[in-house]
C-alpha cells in the first residue's frame, strides 16, 4: 500500500523529511523545466537529479517507505515513458516495483504495457503482485489478463493483489475453463487446489447466476484392496 506525503511525513525521521523535500523539488522542477536548453545541450544520457534520488530512496528513506518515496518521486516528476521505462529496465527488482506501483497515477496510455508484460514473465512474486494493480486492470486485453491470473495462482500470489478482479472475470465463461484445468491437472497430481482459485471460479459467473461449481480439493483416494480384488 503506498503511503501519502502526510503520512510519510509522520513516520520519517527529521533527515528523512528534509531529504524527501529537496528530492520532491528536483523532481517538480524538472517536471516544470521539461526543454531548458540547459537539459539539451547536456544531452540525452545525462541523468535528471530525481532520478539519482529515485535510486537512493530506501537508504534515505528506510526500505519500508521506499516504494512511497519512489512513487511521490514519479508523480512530481510526471514521469514520461522512457523515464519510466529507463528506471524500470536499469533498476533493481525493488525500484521496479515502485515503477509497478505508479503506473496508473502517470499519464502514459497503454506505452508502458511492455513493462508490465516484462514483470508477469518474472518469477520474482513482488513483481507479479505489483503488475496486476490498476494499470493492467485498465490496459491488459483479455487474453493477457486472463494469464496474468493464472500466473497469480500458479506462483500463489495471493488475487487480491490483482485489480477490479471482480468485474474484469465476471461473466468470463473462458477464464472459468482455463481455472478448471488448471484445478484438474492439480487434483490428477494429487496436489491441492488453492482456495483463490475457488474464490476467481466463483467470480466468473455472470451476474444473477449463482458460482460455478467449486473443483475438488485433491484426487480421490482409491479405495483399499480387498482378498475379494
Known amino acids: ?57 530506501g537508504r534515505h528513506c528506510g526500505p519500508e517507505h521506499a516504494d512511497s518515496v519512489r512513487s511521490l518521486l514519479l508523480v512530481a516528476a510526471r514521469a514520461s515513458g522512457p523515464s519510466v521505462t529507463r528506471l524500470y529496465e536499469q533498476g533493481t527488482a525493488a525500484e521496479r516495483r515502485a515503477v509497478l506501483l505508479t503506473l496508473h ?42 494469464h496474468a491470473v493464472l500466473k497469480c495462482l500458479f506462483t500463489e500470489v495471493p488475487v487480491a493483489a490483482v485489480a477490479r478482479l471482480g468485474d474484469r472475470a465476471r461473466g468470463d465463461a473462458e477464464l472459468a475453463r482455463m481455472l478448471s484445468d488448471f484445478a484438474a491437472e492439480r487434483t490428477a497430481a494429487g496436489r491441492d487446489v488453492p482456495e483463490d482459485l475457488r474464490t476467481v471460479l466463483a467470480l466468473t459467473a455472470p451476474a444473477g447466476e449463482g458460482a460455478h461449481q467449486a473443483p475438488p480439493t485433491a484426487a480421490p483416494a482409491a479405495p483399499a484392496p480387498t482378498e475379494e480384488s
Do not use: F, I, Q
Open 1 to 57: 500500500m503506498l503511503k501519502s506525503r502526510e503520512e510519510l511525513d509522520a513516520e520519517l525521521g527529521g533527515a528523512a523529511r528534509a531529504w524527501l523535500d529537496e528530492a520532491l523539488a528536483e523532481a517538480a522542477h524538472d517536471a516544470a523545466t521539461p526543454d531548458t536548453p540547459g537539459r539539451a545541450a547536456a544531452g540525452p544520457y545525462t541523468t535528471p537529479p530525481w532520478e539519482l534520488r529515485y535510486a537512493a530512496a
Open 105 to 146: 497515477l502517470l499519464d502514459l496510455g497503454d506505452t508502458a504495457l511492455p513493462l508490465v508484460e516484462d514483470a508477469l514473465r518474472a518469477n520474482d512474486t513482488r513483481l507479479v503482485a505489483a503488475a496486476v494493480g490498476p494499470y493492467a486492470a485498465e490496459h491488459l486485453d483479455t487474453h493477457a489478463w486472463r
